[in-house]
């Protein structure tokens, strides 16, 4: 459908089929309105930004759990050098207080001292490695925080200007309606419930015009009894297209 609405004044003067015309012109300029108003960059921009985040906080999600397990293992390390600790100095006091009975238990002493030692070396080495886990982790979550914080703000952002770009179509919307009451005010009630019936099942398109000798409805082209039929009708007779149902008019 093509043609700019008329104002109000001149409103008045259209027959009810012009008038409809009008209102479906309205109507497609609304629903296109609203097509782009669905399909506006900054909602995509939006939804890209949030899934971003979201997979951000999943990622950090995941790896704050590692860190939690490491940390776990490196508190358990930490009591079992406390406890190693402790036997040590246990059998290094007994040694000392000269509770050993013989030569041989004084070896059996010995060797379990350097048997503690060495697994002492051991957790140390694996609380060390996971200190490192730990370090690096806390590295990759800072960085994610970062990137979370940042995407935050943008995503803050991009509301905002989708908000004001959806006011902006809002109101343009909002200005069509009110020049599509004052039309559809000049068509008779069961008109305008034929055109709404078909306008719902047809793409959106009730009323089309005849151009070039062809629905502008379905672009087919009418035989010609109907065209000879829709050049001699009455203005205010409802003729419809064999192809489509669509209702056409002969006017502009």
Do not use: K, W
Request: aromatic letters at 0%; a negative charge.
């Amino acid at each position: 459908m093509s043609g700019p609405a008329p104002d109000g004044d001149e409103a008045v003067a259209l027959t009810p089929l012009e008038a409809l015309l009008a209102v479906q012109d309205a109507d497609a300029a609304t629903d296109q309105l609203r097509h782009r108003r669905a399909h506006l960059a900054e909602r995509a921009t939006l939804a890209e930004l949030e899934a971003r985040l979201a997979r951000c906080a999943a990622e950090a999600a995941a790896l704050d759990v590692t860190r939690q397990a490491h940390e776990a293992r490196v508190e358990q390390l930490a009591s079992e050098v406390d406890e190693l600790v402790s036997r040590s100095r246990r059998i290094d006091d007994r040694l000392r207080a000269g509770e050993a009975a013989s030569f041989r238990d004084q070896e059996a002493m010995a060797t379990e001292m350097d048997s503690l030692g060495s697994r002492r070396g051991e957790l140390d080495d694996e609380q060390l490695a996971a200190m490192e886990v730990i370090e690096e982790l806390d590295g990759e979550l800072g960085r994610l925080g970062s990137e979370r914080s940042a995407l935050g703000a943008e995503i803050a952002s991009v509301r905002v200007a989708l908000g004001a770009a959806e006011r902006e179509i809002d109101t343009e919307i909002a200005t069509i309606a009110i020049g599509r009451a004052d039309l559809a005010a000049g068509v008779p009630t069961g008109l305008m419930d034929e055109y709404e019936r078909l306008r719902s099942r047809l793409d959106g398109v009730g009323v089309a015009r005849l151009v070039n000798g062809s629905c502008d409805g379905c672009h087919l082209a009418l035989a010609a009894s109907e065209l000879d039929q829709l050049r001699h009708a009455a203005a205010d007779e409802i003729v419809h297209c064999a192809q489509c149902g669509r209702i056409v008019v002969a006017r502009p």
